[in-house]
């Protein structure tokens, strides 16, 4: 079946404009999860959903960042304002709610901020 | 909280030595450890869990890591590598009550020939 899908691959944005980011879910998955990576670092937590209850948005860095899914389904990430340290590669997982929780990601979305 | 500390950051190893990458956490209920890796210029993908039963368990490409409780670690261990498995390598946390998968920061493999 298909994997996790994101897009665009890849955005180039100038200081201060607002991107999006989108995530399509593997079907049947009830659990989403974006991170973050920046250049030879490793993966930080932005936010978590979970079928219809109130989504974990302890990692999100700043009120520049939200993210919004419908239900079960696509979900996108928008950063208002952006700067140059948002430069890194956004992931996206999705998973059951199985006790084993394994995370499949998407290939992810590189944004340059110039 | 959770936390997941990742010792060492790079680990060059000649190619067929022998190799173990650290994982520890910190967590004061129970939990599930994942190690992630990711390949160059690929998505991340799952090695290996521990759930539950038996401490040791195998993944795929002949990895195994080992679950201590005691010490909580969950170290990653691979008797003879491969060109093949240079790649970055994550440890991951989370707890049975709640889903939230915490990352270390990565353990870069590099194989030497």
């Known amino acids: 079946g298909a994997g996790v899908s994101q897009s665009p691959s890849n955005k180039v944005t100038e200081k201060g404009k607002d991107v999006e980011l989108r995530c399509d879910p593997i079907?049947?998955?009830?659990?989403l999860y974006w991170y973050r990576q920046r250049l030879g670092q490793g993966l930080e937590f932005l936010i978590y959903?979970?079928?219809?209850?109130?989504?974990?948005k302890s990692g999100l860095p700043s009120d520049r960042f939200s993210a919004e899914r419908t239900g079960e389904s696509v979900s996108t990430l928008t950063i208002q304002r952006t700067q140059q340290e948002d430069s890194a590669v956004y992931l996206c997982?999705?998973?059951?709610?199985?006790?084993?929780?394994?995370?499949?990601f998407g290939p992810g979305t590189r944004l340059t901020v110039l | 909280a959770q936390s997941v500390t990742q010792l060492d950051s790079q680990v060059p190893v000649f190619e067929e030595a022998p190799v173990e990458l650290r994982c520890n956490y910190s967590?004061?209920?129970?939990?599930?450890l994942f190690w992630y890796v990711q390949y160059p210029n690929q998505g991340l993908q799952l090695l290996l869990k521990?759930?539950?039963?038996?401490?040791l368990v195998k993944g795929i490409n002949g990895f195994e890591a080992e679950f201590n409780k005691s010490q909580t670690s969950f170290h990653l261990r691979k008797p003879s590598v491969h060109i093949s498995d240079t790649a970055e390598y994550f440890c991951?946390?989370?707890?049975?009550?709640?889903?939230?998968?915490?990352f270390g920061p990565g353990t870069s493999l590099s194989v030497i020939p």
């Open positions: 997982a999705s998973s059951r709610r199985t006790p084993s929780n394994e995370q499949f």
């Open positions: 521990y759930l539950s039963g038996s401490t």
């Open positions: 959903f979970q079928g219809n209850s109130a989504p974990d």
């Open positions: 079907s049947g998955h009830t659990a």
């Open positions: 991951a946390v989370s707890e049975t009550s709640y889903d939230k998968v915490i």
């Open positions: 967590s004061s209920v129970s939990v599930y």
